[in-house]
């Protein structure tokens, strides 16, 4: 960035992951797995190659803080009166029990995953002090699928479940105004526009599929699953 000296295309990713195993018999198994994720970079760098016709090229005539068209894009120079940000966290865990009954298997899977992400950078990518966008979000899901799976050895196979979804979305974004462009409009200090995106997801399935070993040359298959999902976005 030649305005403020800094090197872009840096990142810092840290990410850590573990699991864990219990076995009291034959008959009973547990796993727990785990892992988190942290990122932080300046790599939301671009050029401004041109100026398109309209509003933008007059208030860049009027105003001024342009440093002109790069004219060759392979420098890798920016010009930015802030350098971009981004930070992203992401964890997440996975349980798995599992049961050994006379006639079947019994299986249960939960998961959770969450994230959080928060960036901002110079929108038009110039010395002018004029706009910059943020985009945070948050992020989690929630899911559990139970199933029973035949274990017995004869030509019937079958498995049964039911499975279970639910994720919560906030999704934001601002656009704040710098202090030219405020100055300019006669706009208070720190002006900015914002916007904020709720979404609710919530899912239930039913599945059952078999097979049956007619002869060792033929078998029979058939499955079937059911789903049911609910949005709700404000």
């Not at 008959?27 to 970079?41: G, I, L, N, P, W």
């Not at 901002?120 to 992020?139: F, H, L």
């Not at 017995?152 to 479940?161: F, H, K, R, Y």
């Not at 462009?181 to 914002?194: E, V, W």
Request: aromatic residues 16%; proline residues 3%.
């Amino acid at each position: 960035n030649l305005i403020t000296g800094t090197d872009l295309e840096n990142a810092d990713r840290y990410s850590l992951r573990g699991s864990l195993t219990y076995r009291s018999n034959e008959k009973f198994e547990a796993s727990f797995t785990a892992d988190y994720r942290k990122v932080k970079q300046n790599t939301n760098a671009l050029e401004t190659l041109n100026y398109a016709d309209g509003s933008g090229n007059f208030l860049a005539l009027t105003i001024g803080g342009f440093p002109g068209p790069n004219s060759d894009p392979w420098d890798r120079d920016t010009y930015g009166d802030i350098d971009p940000s981004e930070k992203l966290e992401m964890w997440g865990g996975n349980l798995r029990l599992e049961w050994e009954l006379p006639f079947a298997d019994l299986i249960s899977v939960s998961g959770y995953r969450g994230h959080k992400y928060a960036g901002i950078y110079d929108t038009e990518q110039t010395a002018a002090r004029w706009t910059y966008s943020s985009s945070p979000e948050k992020v989690w899901r929630f899911s559990e699928e139970i199933r029973l799976v035949s274990n017995q050895d004869n030509s019937l196979e079958w498995i049964v479940g039911s499975y279970f979804y639910k994720q919560y979305t906030d999704n934001q974004f601002t656009g704040l105004f710098g202090q030219e462009l405020t100055d300019f409009f006669g706009l208070p200090a720190g002006f900015k526009l914002t916007s904020e995106g709720l979404q609710n997801v919530e899912s239930y399935a039913v599945f059952a599929n078999a097979s049956y070993q007619i002869s060792p040359e033929w078998s029979v298959k058939m499955g079937g699953r059911y789903t049911y999902e609910k949005k709700d976005i404000e």
